[in-house]
């Protein structure tokens, strides 16, 4: 295991079935997450975004610029100056459907709007846009571990600029023919703001060490078996929830963080997130 | 690459895609028959990054990195837009009665946006840090960007960068919905240019800490958004202004220290517009400027990676291509029409793409 930086996470955004705003899921954990399968899933409405452009942006896009604020806006940091990371596994899969299906008939018409947004870093673009902000921007995609990765390419550029920089995950729920390629039977975006643990612009919820590791036989043999294990959340709800979308480990973290009330108190804790196949990112509380 | 610009050789051709009635001009790979490629990973573009990994040593050179610093050690940061949209929509066209891809087809590996980074970190036996990054046409400048991060904070101790992109129906009736697509072989900054040509390709190139050991090096790297239009350039270029002066800042250089700058020049009449009004500000009369999509086409994700090699081509040859098909220029800075032999030190790289996402790259001779 390599020890690479020191990150804080100064806020976070949240949409899911049934917890649609950061403080909807602090209210949530205090009730163990009791009501969230009652719920039916809302599509996300980013007032940043005006409504005929939400209309044409579609499900994904407006999840991804809804967590995107909701994060900046708990940690308070200028929307219009923050660097951002979207990460996703499958991308707009309602997209490339759209996009797959036209193009297998003879005519093969595509709408001009439908063709930007099928770029996988359209989230970005249509954020930048809402938030006015020429900072960097990126999309990362690492499968199944694009949360991981997207982890920590965020904290490498939060330690790079040394400032916060916003992490932005989601993944939309899916149906054939993708549903056999990587079944996703929830939709949910986080957003969270990640700092090089210094910086002063943003106060950090919490504070870890980040790791990168291999979950290989070369590395194993000085751990414990559980050491290995992926985090998942503590609450079965959650973990329910969280078991049907890609990046779901995302809401672990959420849910750590929605516990403390002061940033020592999440010291001692371990969390660890599929970076690659055979490889783990590792926040160190 | 080096044989066909010494030659004169374009790569653009009007030979027609399979299943394609848009009047325009491709350049296109002739990719060789392979059996190296699992079935779970087959696709166009995969072997199209299978062709250029088997090119020039590289895959060695990597392995010998893997023998230096150990595989976790080693990371990959690979840029696409198209990654294996080619496979599916071959798929699409194969449905079955409850909508499902048959069987052969159904490669989650492959239709995914990270499938390029996941195709080269398992051929080259990566285990380092990896992650594909996907910002349309700028997607494998940024990889550079990364890279460089990763190198300076410890991250890894090498990393391979790269980009590929296949072309595909969603890209060739993607820009012609647009209205971008050119019939003839595109003609960047050109009075009479008419769109873009499409092109295909992949490129790679391993980065270290080793500068001693290298003959090029990488300077510097600036990023920017536009926040103006998802597929219109920034009218006044501020997004473009923006990656460019930060590249040059982050390489502790001024443009006039630039000798060779690889426009993003792709052949539309906004794009040259605002990229040629930058320019205009920006650029020192010695710098040699050209646009090569008018050699290879534009290849979308592939461009950066693309124009990057050139740029590195350019420093350690002295050999600095030309802009091609252009003969009656539009634009307030001095355009490099003819392939020129000159020794030059430094080279930035301009990449814009949709999303109003901007990359700019600085080389430099050790």
């Not at chain 1, 100064?10 to 209210?27: C, I, K, N, Y």
């Not at chain 2, 949209?85 to 159904?106: C, G, K, S, W």
């Not at chain 2, 550079?144 to 009736?173: E, M």
Request: aromatic share 6%; glycine share 8%; charged share 20%.
């Amino acid at each position: 295991m390599k020890q690479l930086f020191n990150i804080g996470i100064a806020g976070f955004g949240v949409w899911a079935r049934g917890v649609q705003s950061t403080d909807e899921f602090l209210q949530a954990r205090k009730t163990g997450f009791a009501n969230l399968q009652e719920h039916e899933f809302v599509n996300p409405k980013p007032s940043a975004i005006p409504p005929k452009e939400r209309r044409r942006a579609g499900l994904m896009i407006n999840l991804a610029v809804e967590v995107a604020h909701q994060a900046c806006e708990h940690a308070g940091v200028d929307k219009s100056l923050v660097p951002s990371v979207f990460a996703s596994a499958m991308g707009d899969t309602a997209i490339t459907d759209y996009m797959c299906r036209k193009l297998a008939r003879p005519e093969k018409l595509l709408s001009p709007t439908k063709f930007h947004n099928s770029v996988h870093n359209a989230p970005s673009g249509y954020w930048t846009i809402s938030a006015e902000n020429r900072a960097p921007s990126s999309f990362v995609g690492g499968f199944r571990e694009s949360f991981g990765a997207g982890l920590l390419e965020a904290g490498s550029q939060a330690q790079a600029y040394g400032t916060p920089v916003l992490l932005v995950a989601y993944d939309i729920a899916n149906s054939a023919p993708f549903h056999d390629i990587e079944p996703v039977t929830e939709t949910m975006g986080v957003g969270l703001i990640i700092t090089d643990a210094q910086t002063t612009s943003a106060s950090n919820l919490a504070v870890a060490s980040c790791a990168y590791g291999l979950a290989g036989s070369t590395e194993k043999t000085n751990r414990t078996p559980s050491e290995d294990a992926l985090s998942t959340p503590e609450n079965s709800a959650l973990n329910t929830l969280a078991s049907a979308n890609p990046i779901g480990g995302a809401l672990a973290l959420l849910e750590m963080l929605a516990g403390l009330d002061d940033p020592d108190d999440a010291q001692g804790q371990t969390l660890r997130f599929s970076a690659a196949p055979e490889a783990y990112v590792e926040l160190k509380f | 690459m080096r044989a066909s610009l010494r030659a004169d050789r374009g790569g653009l051709s009007a030979e027609p895609w399979p299943d394609c009635d848009v009047d325009c001009q491709l350049g296109r790979l002739q990719l060789p028959a392979t059996d190296s490629i699992s079935a779970s990973r087959d696709s166009r573009n995969n072997r199209t990054i299978a062709w250029a990994l088997a090119q020039d040593n590289f895959t060695q050179s990597v392995t010998d990195a893997i023998g230096r610093y150990g595989t976790a050690r080693v990371g990959l940061v690979m840029g696409t837009s198209t990654s294996s949209i080619d496979r599916t929509e071959v798929a699409y066209t194969a449905l079955d009665d409850a909508e499902r891809f048959p069987q052969a087809m159904r490669q989650p590996l492959t239709h995914n946006p990270h499938a390029p980074g996941d195709f080269v970190a398992d051929q080259l036996g990566l285990g380092g840090p990896r992650i594909t990054i996907s910002a349309a046409c700028a997607s494998s400048a940024k990889v550079f960007a990364t890279a460089k991060r990763w190198l300076n904070q410890g991250v890894v101790d090498a990393v391979v960068v790269g980009g590929a992109d296949s072309l595909c129906l969603s890209v060739i009736y993607g820009f012609h919905s647009l209205q971008l697509v050119s019939p003839e072989p595109c003609r960047p900054f050109d009075v009479q240019r008419t769109g873009i040509s499409l092109g295909e390709a992949a490129g790679f190139a391993l980065l270290t800490r080793d500068v001693a050991a290298s003959e090029c090096v990488l300077l510097g790297t600036g990023e920017s958004c536009d926040a103006y239009h998802m597929s219109s350039a920034h009218p006044e270029g501020l997004g473009a202004q923006l990656c460019m002066q930060r590249a040059l800042a982050d390489s502790s250089l001024q443009m006039k220290d630039i000798d060779y700058l690889n426009l993003h020049g792709t052949g539309t009449r906004a794009n040259d517009d605002t990229e040629g009004r930058v320019c205009a500000e920006l650029l020192s009369s010695n710098t040699l400027a050209s646009a090569t999509k008018s050699w290879t086409g534009h290849t979308l994700g592939a461009a950066g990676i693309v124009e990057a090699v050139l740029c590195l081509d350019a420093l350690s040859t002295g050999f600095v291509p030309g802009t091609r098909n252009t003969t009656d220029v539009e634009a307030d800075f001095s355009l490099l029409l003819d392939s020129q032999q000159r020794t030059i030190k430094t080279a930035l790289s301009n990449s814009f793409g949709f999303g109003g996402n901007n990359c700019s790259v600085v080389f430099g001779k050790t």
